[in-house]
């Protein structure tokens, strides 16, 4: 493990990466287009939290866009388990914050309020929840705040080894 720094110079090269997964080291069993981005300044975050993920890309200042980047069965299969847990909570909250309401009675002030407030929270949670389930944090890779390098702090020692001119 260890930090790898790729340019983006060397990204958009043809054919740029060796077909290992960068987070386990393991072959290479599907690529996706994936976009990374620089860290979030942390009133992002507070959009974030606020459910508004389409926005977040926005507000990343740096993007990298890599049209094939290899994910191993373990990515996958993490991807599939993080993103069904975030559908299966936010649909569990949605449940509960309607019998909750239906509970007060739809028609007063507290069932609407339960209900209005179930819905945004279930929003918001199903969108932090998600955040993990991004391919790009499956690969952990973060821009740099200069925008020239794509960093991926827990980099499979296989992975950066088969790089080509990685430091
Ligand atoms: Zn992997």
Sequence with gaps: MQELRITAAALSAPDPLPRLCARHGEAAETWRAVTFGSRLPWWGRLVVVLGFM??????????????????????VRRRRVTAGLAV?????WLIASTAVAVGYGVG?????L?????????RSVTVIMLFPADWSAIVGGVV??????????RA?????????GSR
């Design 54 to 75: 389409t926005v977040t890309t926005a507000l990343r200042r740096h993007r990298l866009h890599v049209p094939a980047w290899p994910f191993c069965r373990r990515c």
């Design 88 to 92: 299966a909570l936010g649909l569990g």
């Design 108 to 112: 007063t002030v507290v069932g609407v």
């Design 114 to 122: 339960g209900l209005c407030s179930g819905i945004m929270l279930t």
């Design 144 to 153: 740099t705040a200069d925008g020239e390098e794509l960093s991926v702090p």
């Design 156 to 164: 499979a020692d296989a992975f950066a080894n088969a790089l080509p």
